[in-house]
């Protein structure tokens, strides 16, 4: 696009106008479905659109400057799921559509902090000790949802403090990491020494580590908790640039998994679904929501059966764990590999501001943020195409969850903050 060579104000402005376009045939699609009322369309329209361009507009008179690819793109994930939430189930779209009006507040109050994001930097034990105690929470308050202990009941939601406390654990992990790392590397002397050097210098950063990932299990979070270990991996391997400790983490991943597989039985239950789910004693029971998820996804085909003319309600729990499912099958193969297509190229905005960030803690924690995102949409559309076994996690900006859209507004706000300071995009 000719526009696409202009200030980046204005890039992002033209992309989000183009993003209107996208949701303003979405919205009339909506409103033409028999029994719904055609109000609701126009009600995703105007909000939408409207609070987008409401967030552009603040921004410009702050004088905030961040990736002007980001916000476009997040309009239009958000709005897809939106969407697809009004075509399967209105309460829940209408929901999502209050859920959005909440993100892009805390997306706005996130980004005008964008001076002091190195804020986190001072206190981050602090931070650590906010990650265990938000996951200690659910259990002894928390109640039971999809069969993960993970949840908070506040009568009006519920909410899910694992959503944000990845977001507390990515911004403890770039401050620990960017101020450790030359020490996380040094390991020579005697065996005391050595022995000295683990406990104060990767004793911190293992506990905080640890006990999230105890906590999780004990939840029965299992989509979570591998998120927490591989984005922690990630961000050790990028910093200390040690194969050893990569080595050592995934042995200890392969072990524990095993172990799990034997001793838990929701865990050798998904590891058997995954593995077989046709089995004549799963298909009718526990794999039944893989089983029709596959089969609304081969329905589909290359170009789909067109929007609202598919059977999604058939998968259970459509709305949040397998709307990629609904979308494959109303718009085909190359409806979901266009989503695809736009996370691919929201992570690579994500990792192109972490490579130009200004100092080691803005690096990691733009790598940080971008891996947590990469990985739960791996994670979810791998399970729902049957390539990793099943989690229960949702697919960001995209399914039915209050807690995951607030939580992934956040996390972009903290993404946009980073690429607001390294200052290529203030022309």
């Known amino acids: 696009m000719v526009f696409l060579g202009g200030k980046p104000k204005e890039i992002e402005l033209h992309l989000l106008f183009t993003a209107g376009i996208y949701l303003l045939i979405g919205g009339i699609l909506v409103s033409l479905l028999p029994g719904t009322p055609a109000w609701q369309g126009f009600l995703a329209i105007v909000t939408t659109i409207g609070g987008f361009l409401g967030v552009h507009w603040m921004w410009r008179k702050r004088n905030f400057h961040p990736d002007p690819f980001l916000l476009p793109l997040l309009m239009v994930l958000t709005a897809t799921g939106i969407l697809f939430l009004l075509r399967l189930d209105s309460f829940y779209g209408l929901r999502q559509l209050v859920w959005m009006i909440v993100g892009l507040c805390v997306l706005?109050?996130?980004?005008?902090?964008?001076?002091?994001?190195?804020?986190?930097?001072?206190?981050?034990?602090?931070?650590?000790?906010?990650?265990?105690?938000?996951?200690?929470?659910?259990?002894?308050?928390?109640?039971?949802v999809g069969g993960t202990r993970s949840w908070l009941d506040f009568k009006v939601f519920y909410l899910q403090p694992s959503e944000f406390v990845k977001l507390f654990l990515v911004l403890f992990l770039a401050v620990y990491l960017s101020e450790k790392r030359y020490l996380l590397m040094k390991s020579s002397g005697s065996m005391w020494e050595r022995f000295d050097w683990l406990i104060r210098q990767w004793g911190?950063?293992?506990?905080?580590?640890?006990?999230?990932?105890?906590?999780?299990?004990?939840?029965?979070?299992?989509?979570?908790?591998?998120?927490?270990?591989?984005?922690?991996?990630?961000?050790?391997?990028?910093?200390?640039?040690?194969?050893?400790?990569?080595?050592?983490?995934?042995?200890?991943?392969?072990?524990?998994?095993?172990?799990?597989?034997?001793?838990?039985?929701?865990?050798?239950?998904?590891?058997?679904?995954?593995l077989n789910p046709w089995q004549q004693g799963l298909i009718t029971g526990s794999s039944y929501?893989?089983?029709?998820?596959?089969?609304?996804?081969?329905?589909?085909?290359?170009?789909?059966?067109?929007?609202?003319?598919?059977?999604?309600?058939?998968?259970?729990?459509?709305?949040?764990?397998?709307?990629?499912?609904?979308?494959?099958?109303?718009?085909?193969l190359l409806g979901g590999a266009a989503i695809i297509l736009l996370y691919i190229a929201l992570f690579f905005r994500g990792f192109s501001i972490a490579l130009k960030a200004h100092d080691d803690y803005g690096a990691l924690l733009a790598t940080g943020l971008t891996v947590v995102m990469a990985l739960q949409v791996f994670i979810i559309i791998g399970g729902v195409i049957k390539l990793l076994p099943l989690t229960g996690i949702t697919l960001p900006y995209i399914s039915y969850g209050g807690s995951s859209l607030v939580a992934n507004f956040i996390l972009m706000g903290l993404l946009m903050n980073v690429s607001h300071c390294k200052g290529d995009f203030h022309a």
């Open 108 to 144: 706005s109050l996130t980004t005008s902090w964008h001076h002091h994001y190195r804020f986190w930097s001072k206190y981050k034990y602090m931070v650590g000790a906010v990650c265990a105690f938000a996951l200690l929470a659910p259990v002894f308050f928390g109640i039971e």
């Open 204 to 274: 911190p950063l293992l506990g905080v580590w640890v006990i999230s990932l105890a906590l999780l299990i004990i939840q029965r979070d299992l989509g979570m908790a591998i998120i927490y270990f591989f984005t922690s991996l990630v961000l050790i391997y990028v910093s200390t640039d040690s194969w050893k400790w990569m080595a050592i983490s995934l042995s200890l991943f392969l072990v524990a998994g095993i172990i799990a597989y034997f001793n838990f039985s929701h865990v050798h239950t998904r590891v058997e679904i995954w």
């Open 289 to 332: 929501q893989i089983v029709q998820s596959l089969l609304a996804i081969n329905a589909g085909g290359m170009i789909g059966s067109g929007f609202g003319a598919g059977y999604p309600g058939f998968i259970p729990a459509v709305h949040t764990d397998f709307i990629f499912a609904a979308i494959c099958e109303e718009m085909g």
